[in-house]
């Protein structure tokens, strides 16, 4: 009964004369009150590193170089016939949320799993090689859940990264292009044609970068886990961008077509298929199961190779 009465919160009355409210008191032993202090140190390391900001500080160059592009060039041309074509009136549609669609394509193909993969093979292999995880592991913490956190602030930089990519994105292409309708031309493997308002486009965009943090989380977990065993940092961000290229590599061979549902990066498309018309819900949740249990595995094999490793010594 003492124990059951020591793990509930309790609500202390202030001892100051001028303060009458309540103050609310966690519990010294409330677990996710620790796993948060936990986390946000882990965030403050990670985010105080200078490194960390390099994604954003490229995708902020990338996507004005490709908007001056926009701008001098004449790709106009082509949306034109491509719309003209369909039956559309091509100045309806050539709008911010249209370009800042363009604009991802490139940089989620080649920026976005490169500085994922970055913060992610620094998560555990720099801490190493600092001789910082010897303190931490001196402290009544299990392995695991050092992992689990660590992972978690991952997860976190992921969303940010995606999200700063998106905005980014609206924000400079809005800069020079109007605000009106929306049109999504994808081709193969997707086979991707519709259009659609300004307001219908900006939530299915919205909806697209949740799929895309998932993406990347997944691309951080691959670095993740090679950072858990004995290697240096730029050795896991190396295996695990070269393992995402080996994926794209043996994608686009003529002969692995028919196995393209077994690479990962088919189910990395589903924040493309968001886009189609109707969005096919029964293909993106089977690809987010899929992709959860390969998140899970790349957990697993991180974690299990950590447990192994002798750092203390």
Not at 30 to 57: A, D, H, S, V
Not at 116 to 135: H, P, S, Y
Not at 228 to 233: A, E, S, V
Not at 290 to 309: A, E, S
């Amino acid at each position: 009964m003492e124990s059951a009465r020591h793990n509930q919160w309790r609500i202390v009355e202030p001892k100051s004369q001028y303060s009458t409210t309540p103050i609310l008191r966690f519990p010294f032993h409330f677990p996710f009150y620790m796993f948060f202090l936990q986390l946000r140190n882990e965030l403050w390391k990670l985010f105080g590193k200078k490194r960390t900001y390099i994604g954003f500080g490229t995708f902020l160059l990338a996507q004005n170089a490709m908007l001056l592009a926009f701008h001098f060039t004449k790709w106009e041309e082509k949306v034109v016939r491509l719309l003209e074509g369909n039956g559309y009136l091509a100045m309806d549609f050539i709008s911010a949320l249209s370009v800042a669609l363009i604009m991802l394509f490139p940089q989620i193909l080649f920026l976005m799993p490169l500085y994922a993969c970055l913060v992610g093979g620094d998560l555990v292999a720099k801490e190493a090689e600092d001789g910082t995880l010897r303190m931490i592991l001196s402290r009544p913490i299990s392995r695991v859940r050092l992992m689990f956190i660590k992972w978690c602030a991952g997860v976190v930089f992921s969303i940010v990264l995606v999200v700063a990519l998106g905005l980014m994105a609206v924000v400079f292409a809005r800069m020079w292009f109007p605000w009106q309708g929306m049109f999504v031309f994808i081709p193969e493997p997707e086979r991707i044609f519709n259009v659609m308002s300004a307001a219908q486009g900006l939530k299915i965009y919205s909806l697209s970068h949740v799929f895309l943090a998932i993406n990347a989380a997944t691309m951080m977990t691959i670095a993740f886990m090679f950072g858990c065993f004995n290697m240096k940092p730029a050795a896991a961000t190396v295996l695990g961008f070269s393992f995402l290229l080996l994926n794209l590599v043996m994608e686009n061979i003529p002969f692995f077509q028919d196995y393209r549902e077994f690479m990962l990066l088919h189910h990395f498309r589903t924040w493309v298929a968001v886009y189609a018309q109707p969005i096919p819900w029964s293909r993106i949740v089977e690809s987010l199961f899929i992709l959860f249990g390969f998140n899970l595995t790349f957990f697993i094999i991180g974690c299990t190779g950590f447990q192994m490793r002798d750092i203390k010594s």
